[in-house]
């Protein structure tokens, strides 16, 4: 069911980015389960962009959602005793496997162990080459559009991020037919998986969700398994690795006490971990950047004039990017408002008290940067569009604890770093070749699943400078 949205609207000076309107009290059992068949955020209601610790009971599942600063620490901090949520961990097992992001205990620090090294693969100056390669191909498609005609860059932003990610991963670039294939596998896996979710947690049959979800991401994995497997049987024949890549550190990397290396569909875990975090979360954020900034001209204006005075029309360096202030805070803004991950599912493995509620082993205990990063005791006017907020010395308690899109503690996201570094290159090539505006009327709506997207896709019209 469709919600009217609010937001798209400049007011005061500020213009504030659509988001589902809250409803004015809770949703009952029935309700809530049709708000929530596709979109989490659509569920929410007035009290809960305001609330110190919430509570919902379905048939299948006991739920808190915890807001408080102090009481999202303590989860953050404590990965053993609030480790991912088992459904979570289980909604994502035919895309990821057990990787890196889903597993837990010492099966997850083993494993974060591996494949630190090969994230020394995404250090700004080895990477920067291949953004920036990634960055020019998406100018030159943008180019080849009619600048009467809207475009829908939902696609686009899935192309670029994708793009950067398999020339880091695999040193080859993606074409336009596997980064379609992955567009619309990746949506139709979410699609299921929210579906199939929604029945688990009301204790009803998944009706075959869940066996979709598989066939989507088989989809996706075909689009990449044939370079993981010809890579890993040359590695293991005794070839030497045609590139120094992260699928190479990958392959290289050993279990800190047997010693042994990744098997085939261990390292497809943590391949396809990195392909879709990195690309899918990123490009949710760049789409919603483009959309922030056609609508907001005058910031526009001043990231445009930012990036022409440091980098001219030349390639962006790794020293500019570091002067780029400007575009990274469009691009912190936007994540506190769109956060890619909206909703981070914990498990309660012992009792444990909280506030005034007793919490059983079981329980799903959940961190909302949604709502903590739009909760007015932690941010000013927190619906509206400010990137000058992150300038703000006032903010500096809020950007340490209230703002949390790539997670914290000690399973804060290990792509943080390659995240602002690929959107302030790739945000900086389209802003000062094109002029960015909206369509009006079209106002996009955020779905919240696995991650955040738009719903019906984001149009905007570029227009070559």
Known sequence: MALPNIGGEHRDGRFTPPFP???PKKSSLFWR???GWNSWIHVLFAKSYTMKMGEIHTPGLHMYIA?????VRRIMADWRAFPKHHLLVRTLGPAIGNSVFSANGDDWATQRAMINPAFQQTALGHTLPMMQAAANALVERLRAYDPSRSVDIDPLMTHVAADVIFRTLFSVPLDAAGAQRIYRGFNR???HAQSASMMRFYRLPSFGFFNRSRRAAAAIHAVFQPIVQARYDAYHAGAAAPADDILAALLAARHPESGRPFTFDELMGQVSTIFLAGHETSASAMSWTLYCLAEDQTTQAAVRGEVEAICGDGPIAADAIRRLSLTRNVFRETLRLYPPVAFMPREVTCPTQMRDKQLAPGAMLVV????????????ACPHAFDPTRFDDAANRAAMREAWLPFGAGPRTCVGQGFAMQEAVVILASVIRTFDLAPVPGDVPEPVSRLTLRPKNGIRLRFTPR
């Open 21 to 23: 309107d809250p409803h």
């Open 33 to 35: 389960f049709v708000r």
């Open 67 to 71: 807001n408080e600063l102090p009481l």
């Open 189 to 191: 896996f979410q699609r």
């Open 368 to 379: 909302s940067p949604w709502l903590i990063q739009r909760n007015e005791d932690n941010w």
